[in-house]
């Protein structure tokens, strides 16, 4: 009768290691667009280098299947000391003051100890994004299937405690979106 049986759906080998669910912040690491852009009109920081190394535009659901919301995120890396961290003068004042507080006491070792980089921030993600300009992205959890395309700036999010938000990241280069809109809704 033509039509798939999606019981039997099994896990696709190509897809390991190129999909992903995205940065998860635990603290208010988002900051608005406007005062991104301001932070980025900056002289260079004493190291040298410009606030744009650890500013980067920020998408999550809503940012798929709404309008964006011109959110931002303050984005160490996956390791940056808090001294090459503090060289960056206005983010790590800002994530001295606003963030830590958010962090301390928390349960997991390392949101207290390392609290001005995201609780997760992804380090096989990003490796698997430097290859491409762009990426493929899904809501998580969403009424419908939906996909987007976002420049690489972008740093994907899962926002919590609102499952409804998260992203994984699919790293492909070419995707055949009916035959894997019914995978992904089964698979997940």
Avoid at 50 to 60: E, M
Avoid at 80 to 90: C, P, V
Avoid at 110 to 115: F, I, M, S, T, V
Wanted: hydrophobic share 40%; glycine share 6%; charged share 20%.
């Amino acid at each position: 009768n033509g039509r798939m049986n999606l019981t039997v759906a099994k896990p696709l080998v190509e897809n390991q290691g190129v999909s992903f669910i995205g940065t998860q912040k635990n603290g208010p690491f988002n900051i608005p667009g406007h005062l991104a852009r301001e932070w980025l009109q900056l002289p260079a920081n004493p190291n040298g280098c410009p606030n744009s190394d650890v500013l980067r535009p920020w998408a999550n659901g809503i940012d798929i299947v709404r309008r964006a919301t011109d959110t931002w995120i303050i984005d160490f890396g996956t390791g940056m000391s808090a001294e090459q961290a503090a060289f960056y003068e206005q983010p790590f004042e800002y994530a001295r003051q606003i963030i830590k507080p958010t962090r301390e006491g928390k349960r997991e070792e390392r949101a207290n100890l390392k609290w001005w980089i995201l609780q997760r921030s992804r380090p096989k993600m990003r490796d698997a994004l430097k290859p491409f300009d762009r990426y493929i992205l899904t809501p998580r959890v969403s009424k419908y299937r939906l996909f987007g395309l976002i420049n690489v700036f972008y740093q994907i999010a899962q926002r919590l405690p609102l499952p409804a938000t998260t992203i994984p990241l699919l790293a492909f280069s070419t995707l055949a979106f009916t035959n894997y809109g019914l995978y992904a809704c089964v698979r997940g």
